[in-house]
């Protein structure tokens, strides 16, 4: 289309890296503004108001917030590589999966990262549950999407990329190609695309960035 797009986000963000890796995807041309969270610009804030986070999306000269939404706007904006299906009931049961990935699954992750001690065991259980689901929605596909990366995939992502470092560092098994052999298969040929692989951070310093954000 030729308008200016512009992402504002942070390079250890999932939240960020979907975004990007739609707009690669759809072959969309964008620059990128990384934000310092510690230190956040006045763009940023101008941009997103409500939230003050990343990430954002500029278009137009107008500002699309919360990563669901900003996919959402991808899809519907670009028509080229499309990421959801066109049959009704196909993409209602991808939006589902987007919805229970983005909420249910990435809230159980997030209790194990920060849910004390005597908590830890019951809510490894809940997000194992949550994995297990994932699983059987896999039903032997490369990708949530089929033969290709699509919506689900993309809301994935953190699962894809960032659960593993995160797990190591907490001395836990989540996801292992014993428990989970389709999901583990689906992370390595997600990460292993090459148009994934270039937007992704490099792993040591992911490590360093989660450990220290788990610290706080």
Not at 10 to 35: C, H, M, N, Q, T
Not at 92 to 110: E, L, P, Q, T
Request: glycine residues 6%.
């Amino acid at each position: 289309m030729g308008e200016e797009v512009k992402v504002f986000g942070a390079w250890g963000s999932p939240f960020s890296s979907k975004v990007e890796l739609a707009l690669r995807l759809k072959g969309v041309p964008y620059d990128y503004i990384e934000e310092d969270l510690n230190n956040k610009s006045s763009l940023l804030l101008q941009y997103n108001p409500v939230y003050k986070k990343v990430p954002v999306l500029l278009h137009k000269g107008k500002s699309i917030t919360e990563s669901i939404i900003i996919l959402e706007y991808i899809e519907e904006t670009w028509k080229a590589y499309p990421f959801l299906p066109q049959d009704p009931n196909d993409k209602a049961m991808a939006r589902f999966w987007v919805n229970f990935i983005d909420g249910k699954c990435s809230s159980a992750i997030r209790k194990v990262a920060f849910s004390p001690e005597e908590e830890r065991e019951k809510a490894v259980e809940e997000a194992c549950e949550c994995l297990k689901t994932l699983e059987s929605a896999l039903n032997g596909k490369k990708f949530f999407g089929g033969d290709t990366i699509g919506m689900v995939d993309i809301v994935a992502l953190f699962i894809a990329f960032w659960l593993r470092p995160f797990q190591e560092i907490k001395g836990l098994e989540l996801l292992s190609s014993e428990k989970f052999p389709n999901l583990f298969k689906w992370t390595d040929d997600f990460v292993s695309c090459s148009i994934v692989t270039e937007l992704l951070p490099p792993r040591d310093k992911l490590v360093a960035h989660i450990k220290a954000h788990l610290s706080k």
